[in-house]
């Protein structure tokens, strides 16, 4: 495990600045969540923590290593995104043993990572079975098995719940909390649903138009909200 150290973050996509100077620090083990009305950036600092988007400027540690120039598979990250794209000719079992299969790890390894992940998330049973014959949340289920079994050092989870209907979501909710009780992996969690972000989080983050609005415990921003945009984002009285 490690912790993530963001620096300064500075997007451009071509006039427009999208990230306007984001720092933000995830102390190893810790569930962060950042929150956001549309459009402000979410997903650009996400991509770019993956490595899947450039800075314009800034630094990004995991642990101890600068990671800034590092190419998606040399960060030690397993991302999920909000539509958790599975291969359709593939098992549940194939789509998560994929990554590793090209990592060339042996096969006891592919499969006590596989079984161990399929516990974790109850899909032990549905692992002969191929997307289309899985439910949203078992192929979500999925998803998030695949991010598992590579060990990563650090969950990047961009909205994974938003596609689920609204049972689901709330169910699926508990079940990221049991995952980071289990696993205790640092985790940067990108969702728009305040009560989502109040539920799982140790720390919120406040993104608003490509800055940081606020930072702190869920209740600290309840309580202590630093101004009316993190109140009315929060739904703390004020
Ligand atoms: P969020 O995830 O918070 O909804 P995004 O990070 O997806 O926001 O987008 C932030 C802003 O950057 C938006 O205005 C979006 O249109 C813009 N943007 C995102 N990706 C690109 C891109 N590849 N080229 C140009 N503009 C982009
Ligand atoms: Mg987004």
Redesign the pocket.
Known sequence: MAGLSIERARKR??D?E?LKGVSIDVADGEFAVIV?P????????LRAVAGLEDLTGGTIRIGARDVTGLGPSERGIAMVFQSYALYPHLSAYDNMAFGLRIAKASKAEIDAAVQRAAEILNIEALLDRKPAALSGGQRQRVAIGRAIVRKPQLFLFDEPLSNLDADLRVRMRYEFAELHRALGTTTLY?THDQVEAMTLADRIIVLRDGRIEQAGTPRALYERPANLFVAQFIGAPR
């Open positions: 996509f071509g427009v999208v956001g549309s459009g402000c950036g979410k997903s650009t600092l990108v």
